[in-house]
C-alpha cells in the first residue's frame, strides 16, 4: 500500500509482519494529523508504544526528554524545521535512532537529511511495508542483540510469531502481559523497575502513578502459575532470576 499525506494510509491496512513490539518505543513527528495517527495506530497493532508530536517544537521536547528507541521524522515541520530537530538531536548526544520522512525525493535532499545526523531516509509517498522494515532495520542496530527466542527455564518465548509457552503448554497473554515478559526475560536476571516497565511497555499517556504494572505483573503471575517464576525485590523491581524448571 502506498502512503503519502492527506490520508491514503488507512489504519485497516496496517499489518506490518515481523517487528518486536513489545519494549519499543516510538515518536512520530508528522504534521499531517491524519496520517500521523494512522501510522501510530498501525505500529500500536505490532505493540509497540507510541508517542505522536505535530510540529517541531514539541516533538523536540520529547524527543530530548523520553529515551525513544527510533523518532520517525517529517522534514517540512512547522514550529522547527525538521532538519534543525534532527541537527539539535545530535548536539545533545540523543541515542534514538531518526528515520527523516519527506516529500522531496532528490539525491541532494535525502544527502543532505542523513548528513544532520538522521539515521535513514524515507521519501514519500512510501509503501508502509517499507517504513516496517526500515524501523526493524533501525531496531536491530539501536538494541543490543538477543536470541530470537527468549528462554529461561521452562520459559520460551517467540518474540516473532507472538507466542509464549511454558512447560510446552502455550499461554494465553494480553499485550501487556506479553510485554512485561518479554522484558523480564530479555534481561536475563537483571532487576526490571516498575518505571522502566511502564516506559518500555505503556506510553506517555499512561500515568505515572498508576497501578498498570502492578496489575499487570500480577496478571502475569496468575496465567504462569506455579512455580511462581517472578521474583518482586522491594524498592527495586521484578525479575526472573535463575533457570528454573
Not at 28 to 53: F, P, S, T, Y
Not at 109 to 124: E, N, T
Not at 206 to 225: M, Y
Request: hydrophobic content about 45%; aromatic content about 4%; some cysteine.
Amino acid at each position: 500500500m502506498a502512503v503519502r499525506g492527506c490520508g491514503w494510509l488507512t489504519v485497516a491496512g496496517l499489518r506490518a509482519r515481523g517487528i518486536g513490539g513489545a519494549g519499543v518505543r516510538v515518536l512520530v513527528i508528522e504534521d499531517d494529523g491524519e496520517l500521523a495517527e494512522a501510522i501510530g495506530a498501525g505500529l500500536r497493532q505490532e505493540r509497540m508504544a507510541v508517542d505522536v508530536a505535530f510540529d517541531g517544537t514539541d516533538g523536540l521536547e520529547r524527543a530530548l526528554v523520553t529515551d525513544y528507541d527510533v523518532i520517525v521524522l517529517d522534514r517540512d515541520l512547522p514550529g522547527r524545521h525538521g532538519d534543525e530537530v534532527c541537527a539539535e538531536l545530535v548536539r545533545a548526544g540523543c541515542r534514538s535512532r531518526v528515520l527523516m520522512l519527506t516529500a522531496a525525493a532528490t539525491i541532494e535532499d535525502r544527502v543532505d537529511g542523513l548528513g544532520l545526523g538522521a539515521d535513514d531516509y524515507l521519501p514519500k509517498p512510501f509503501a508502509f511495508a517499507e517504513l516496517v522494515a526500515r524501523l526493524r532495520a533501525l531496531l536491530r542496530r539501536a538494541q543490543p542483540p538477543h536470541a530470537p527466542v527468549l528462554e529461561r527455564g521452562d520459559l520460551r518465548l517467540d518474540p516473532a510469531r507472538r507466542s509464549a509457552s511454558r512447560a510446552g503448554l502455550p499461554l494465553d497473554l494480553g499485550p501487556k502481559e506479553f510485554g512485561v515478559l518479554e522484558l523480564l526475560l530479555a534481561a536475563q536476571g537483571r532487576v526490571v523497575s516498575a518505571e522502566e516497565l511502564l516506559e518500555r511497555v505503556w506510553d506517555e499517556m499512561a500515568d505515572p502513578f498508576t497501578s498498570a504494572v502492578k496489575v499487570t505483573v500480577s496478571r502475569l503471575r496468575r496465567k504462569l502459575g506455579d512455580p511462581p517464576v517472578i521474583e518482586t525485590l522491594a524498592q527495586a523491581g521484578y525479575r526472573i532470576a535463575g533457570d528454573r524448571a
